[in-house]
């Protein structure tokens, strides 16, 4: 089986994928999509990904896999070991709920396409488009603190990382790449630490990809 992940070293969502396949132990390769050059709107890649992002998944001569999270439930349902989701229904729609908080209701917001839509569409300034990018970030973080303050470890929904970890570590992660102060929210900030303690998660990290700036 070949498996390629067309990603970009500094996408949050081809991240997740990474960490999901490093945890279930997958091999695959990686082509890098350059999202600060506009490789996304490529035909090429249009013909990949009609929605001109990262990531997608193609296994052998398949049709691609987009959306991360449709890519990492595929994953789960065809290797299902480890588990990434947890056992009990309602355990699972609490875990996918934690995701979707990332997934769905932040990240869609802070993508290329919209920070480009607000630079050269309604042409907001510098400091309003960082004000609009750390709002929607802290909002999510805010959520997902409430909702894991009092759970007890060390990830979200106990002692095995889940997709809920996955979408939460790449959210601090992107976080930090923009230096946002995350000292108000430390039960995300000591889940997402125990998750970049893992390998998978380590070897999946933005800054571990090819195209990433050798500086910290
Ligand atoms: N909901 C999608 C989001 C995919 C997405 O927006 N990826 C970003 C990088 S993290 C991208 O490729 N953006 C290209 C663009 O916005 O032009 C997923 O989870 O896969």
Redesign the pocket.
């Known amino acids: 089986m070949t498996r390629t992940l067309y990603g970009?070293w500094r996408?949050?969502?081809?991240f997740r994928v990474r960490a999901a396949m490093n945890l279930k132990g997958l091999d695959y390769r990686e082509v890098s999509i350059d999202?600060f050059n506009g490789e996304?709107d490529l035909p090429a890649f249009r013909a990949i990904n009609p929605m001109?992002?990262?990531?997608a998944l193609v296994e052998d001569d398949h049709p691609p896999l987009?959306?991360?999270?449709a890519i990492i439930e595929y994953l789960e349902e065809v290797h299902p070991a480890p588990p990434l989701l947890p056992a009990s229904p309602r355990a699972r729609a609490h875990c996918r709920a934690l995701a979707l908080t990332v997934?769905a209701d932040a990240?869609?917001l802070v993508?290329?396409?919209v920070r480009n839509y607000l630079d050269h569409v309604l042409k907001v300034d510098e400091p309003t488009k960082m004000a609009w990018i750390e709002h929607w970030s802290r909002t999510a973080l805010r959520a997902l603190e409430r909702q894991l303050v009092d759970a007890p470890g060390p990830y979200c929904m106990g002692p095995s990382v889940t997709v809920a970890d996955i979408c939460l570590t790449t959210h601090v992660v992107g976080a930090r790449l923009f230096k946002f102060d995350l000292a108000e929210f430390p039960t995300c900030v000591r889940i997402a630490d125990a998750c970049l303690a893992l390998e998978a998660f380590a070897r999946a990290h933005p800054l571990e990809q090819v195209g990433a700036p050798a500086a910290r």
């Open positions: 970009f996408s949050l969502a081809a999202l996304q001109g992002a990262v990531p987009t959306q991360s999270l997934a990240h869609p993508t290329p396409r």
